[in-house]
């Protein structure tokens, strides 16, 4: 089982660590997420955005492959995909297609997370 969750935790970890491009091809932000960088400003949150998840998923994938810090690589990949989700309902509309389909792919890598986590703490 513990292979089974590894392989959930890296695939988490691809999903959070996808967006990190984003710091390094900025152009690509407005058809990732639907949104237009107004000035440096917002250029630089978004960025700066695109780092964080870089590290979140780098937690999950280096986990996933040295067998260590599985509680602190789930707690991590959870917080930051709940979050989302969380404030995506806050919001409560007028959030554009693209972010919507983020809250999707969000609710599926807790899905799979979850999923593997409890296949292996309760074998």
Do not use: W
Not at 63 to 68: E, L, V
């Amino acid at each position: 089982m513990e292979l089974i969750f590894r392989i959930c935790l890296f695939v988490t970890g691809i999903i959070n660590l996808l967006p990190s491009i984003l710091a390094f091809i900025p152009n690509k932000i407005r058809d990732s997420y639907g949104v237009e960088i107004l000035d440096s400003n917002y250029e630089l949150l978004l960025r700066h955005r695109a780092v964080l998840f870089g590290i979140i998923g780098g937690v999950m994938i280096y986990s996933a492959i040295t067998k260590q810090n599985y509680a602190l690589a789930v707690t991590t990949g959870l917080i930051s995909m709940i979050s989302f989700i969380v404030l995506y309902k806050v919001i409560g509309g007028g959030v554009n297609p693209e972010l919507t389909k983020v809250m999707k792919i969000d609710i599926v890598g807790i899905v799979i997370l979850i999923i593997g986590f409890v296949l292996f703490k309760f074998k």
